[in-house]
């Protein structure tokens, strides 16, 4: 029988994430070999991911990153099924690890697919599900590209947000930052009055015209009144358009006028698991 030493346990737990004694299991099973415990380890996250696979995975952790030199940001969320498991510091670490990746990739199957630990994402996520006994999954990937990206991610890693601005002036760290804590604070569903779509503008005239009829309004004037309600509803909604929350007597495109006068908002990305 292959002695199975400390130093080899630590070396598989260094590699997997599993625990100690699931990792001495797997080398005694694989006969030492640490690419054959790798493979015991992942079949093991396999059979638990099946037996949970109709969980709701709705607890995690969303973890914003940005490049070097700030002109791509990322935001994935790492979903378990409890609070106490999107808690622990090794599952916010692996978000972390993960979100490095994700900046590397252009989209979810890319990012899916990109190597972790010698193994994909995905074979990681399952790996992960057998050693913390949780289904675990990435439950949004964004990315944005600009001049300049900011971020934010809210204490407890409940909701991140990345802003991407037209270029990179000064004092554009505070301002991104800024930004990005009203994007996530604020919800804005989109950037300005073009990126809201046309159903969602249709539903908000018939409430706003459903209203008025309720108030009595003639049927002649529902029109003009719906249109100056929608006007309402970009300016509550619409990130540029919004009161800025550190200074409501201007909006957030006065905001970042003020700080250089060619400076734009260009996108942005919010995640939020509440």
Do not use: W
């Not at 539903?203 to 009595?216: F, S, V």
């Amino acid at each position: 029988m292959t002695k199975i030493t400390a130093s080899d346990v630590n070396n598989l737990r260094k590699i997997s994430g599993a625990g100690i004694m699931d990792c001495k299991n797997a080398l005694v099973e694989a006969n030492g070999d640490t690419e054959a415990a790798i493979e015991i380890l992942r079949k093991k996250g396999q059979k638990v991911a099946a037996k949970r696979a109709d969980r709701e995975s709705s607890e995690g952790a969303t973890i914003a990153k940005v490049n070097s030199d700030n002109t791509t940001g990322a935001i994935i969320s790492l979903n378990c099924e409890t609070d106490f498991v999107a808690k622990n510091d090794s599952f916010v670490a692996l978000a972390n690890q993960l979100a490095e990746i994700a900046l590397e990739k252009d989209s979810m199957d890319d990012f899916l697919n990109a190597e972790i630990d010698s193994m994909t994402v995905s074979d990681k996520l399952i790996q992960q599900t057998g050693v913390i006994g949780e289904k675990l999954v990435i439950g949004n990937f964004e990315k944005i590209s600009a001049g300049y990206v900011g971020k934010y991610i809210h204490a407890g890693n409940k909701i991140a947000t990345i802003v991407g601005f037209s270029s990179a002036v000064d004092g554009i760290e505070e301002a991104s930052k800024n930004v990005a804590m009203q994007a996530a604070a604020m919800n804005p569903i989109a950037l300005d009055e073009g990126g809201v779509d046309q159903q969602t503008i249709e539903k908000e005239i018939e409430i706003a015209k459903d209203q008025l009829r309720q108030e009595g309004k003639p049927e002649a004037m529902l029109d003009n009144i719906a249109k100056g309600k929608l006007k309402r509803f970009f300016k509550d909604n619409t990130l540029i358009n919004q009161a800025y929350i550190k200074d409501n007597k201007q909006s957030v495109a006065n905001y970042v006028k003020s700080v250089d006068n060619n400076l734009t908002i260009t996108d942005f990305k919010r995640v939020s698991l509440t």
